[in-house]
């Protein structure tokens, strides 16, 4: 009884617990149900909203696309006026380059013609309301005339220097702008530049009648004219240097060398007379001898050449006295002999050469010198006066000059001389050996 209401108990609860699921079942489904058709709802409202976003996005980027496009055309349009105004502007800042050189080269150009122009009394506009090419006119416009009458021939009044210093009155003839004749009471000629834009009358021979003839404006077949590049600076006159002005640029040194040269010519004097002594009269007593020798008169040889003198005769003589002896000993006479005249025939040669050879020495010495002096004047004044350091090297190359004009002709005129002496010298032996010959052969 008990089990069986335990059964009944669990069946009622069983059966509650079921319904009241079911209950809560029906509820649930009618709940979702109610929840799925807000969510369909809310889908289709979603559905529909996106629809609208897509529509409208796809509107506003095919409007974009077109704003972009259209944006891409303004900029290739901008960019082509840019390039096309880049263009201009490269054109017109080289066509103001070449305006501003050519302006410069034009002030130059300015500049030029009034320093040119300056020196001939004509003055260039410097007035900042005429332009430069205006000026550049003027000045090649006034330079033609200037040209025309600057090569023309003219007559000008005007003053000049004479060669003693005096400023005279007269005429100037100018024959282009490179030479001018004076023409004065006092004196005419050629007209050299005398600094500062004067004239001073050139020490020219022979330009008087030429001056005169140009101002006559008379053809002459020739002139004695002195062409200058201008008046600035004095030119000096000619003057010829004279001995003693070459022996004072030679100084100490160009005296030793000058008194070399004339000692030498002494000793030249003194050894051609020697010489002439020496062999004076060799043919007659030659002569003399060997007639006699081939006659057999040997004593009456040697009594017929006592009046002669020099060194041939000497040795003739010598070998007369001893040509009865043999052969070697005469030939040692002969030799020894010729040897003792030796001595004065080759007297003063030597002394000759050794002046010959000393004396160009002695101009190199003084050119060495000079040259050290030049060079301590440049050190001390500079290069800037080319006649001070031209002159310093002339006045040094003048003693190797007066040593050359010494050592040329006492080295020619002394191996001349040698060889004369030598001469003498074969001739003498030639001479006695053959009157031994002779003496030998008509002795036999």
Do not use: C
């Not at 807000?38 to 976003?53: G, H, S, Y």
């Not at 030029?112 to 900042?128: F, H, I, M, T």
């Not at 002896?325 to 002999?337: A, G, L, Q, S, T």
């Not at 000079?370 to 060079?375: K, P, R, S, V």
Request: aromatic share 6%; charged share 25%; glycine share 8%.
């Amino acid at each position: 009884m008990k089990a069986l209401s335990m059964t009944k108990l669990f069946f009622v609860l069983v059966t509650f617990v079921s319904l009241s699921l079911a209950a809560e079942a029906g509820e649930l489904e009618k709940a979702y149900q109610k929840e799925y058709a807000f969510l369909k709802a809310q889908k289709a409202e979603l559905e529909k909203r996106l629809e609208t976003e897509e529509v409208q996005q796809t509107n506003e980027l095919q409007a974009s696309k077109e704003k972009v496009e259209a944006l891409q055309a303004k900029l290739l349009e901008v960019s082509a006026k840019t390039k096309v105004s880049s263009e201009k502007l490269e054109k017109l800042t080289k066509i103001l380059a070449e305006k501003e050189d050519n302006g410069g080269l034009t002030g130059n150009v300015v500049n030029q013609a009034r320093l040119a122009l300056e020196p001939y009394g004509v003055k260039v506009s410097d007035d900042n309301k005429t332009t430069d090419v205006q000026k550049v006119q003027q000045a090649f416009g006034t330079s033609i005339k200037l040209y025309s009458q600057l090569s023309s021939l003219r007559n000008e009044k005007g003053e000049f220097y004479l060669p003693d210093g005096k400023k005279v009155e007269g005429y100037i003839v100018k024959v282009g702008n490179i030479a001018a004749y004076g023409i004065a009471k006092e004196a005419a000629g050629a007209l050299a530049p005398a600094g500062n834009g004067a004239y001073k009358l050139w020490n020219a021979v022979g330009s008087s009648d030429d001056a005169k003839a140009m101002f006559a404006k008379e053809k002459t077949e020739s002139i004695d004219v002195f062409v200058y590049e201008n008046l600035d600076k004095e030119v000096d006159y000619v003057t010829e240097k004279t001995f003693t002005d070459t022996m004072e640029d030679g100084g100490v040194i160009g005296y030793i060398i000058f008194a070399l040269g004339l000692f030498g010519l002494v000793l030249l004097g003194l050894r051609v007379i020697n010489l002439m002594r020496a062999s004076t009269n060799v043919q007659d007593i030659t002569q003399i001898v060997v007639e006699k020798v081939e006659s057999g008169k040997k004593d009456e040889a040697l009594d017929a050449i006592k009046g002669f003198e020099g060194s041939t005769a000497r040795v003739i003589k010598s070998t007369l006295r001893n040509i009865d002896k043999n052969r070697e000993h005469v030939e040692d006479v002969i030799m020894e002999n010729i040897l003792n005249e030796s001595t004065q025939i080759d007297k003063f040669g030597s002394f000759v050469l050794v002046i010959a050879a000393v004396a160009p020495l002695m101009g190199l010495l003084g050119t060495v010198t000079g040259m050290i002096e030049t060079f301590e004047v440049i050190t001390e004044f500079g290069t800037g006066d080319p006649k001070l350091l031209s002159g310093g090297i002339s006045a040094a190359l003048v003693t190797t000059m007066q040593g050359l004009i010494v050592a040329i002709p006492l080295l020619l005129i002394g191996n001349l001389l040698s060889g004369w002496a030598q001469s003498i010298k074969d001739s003498m032996e030639q001479k006695a050996l053959h009157i031994v010959n002779l003496y030998e052969k008509y002795r036999g």
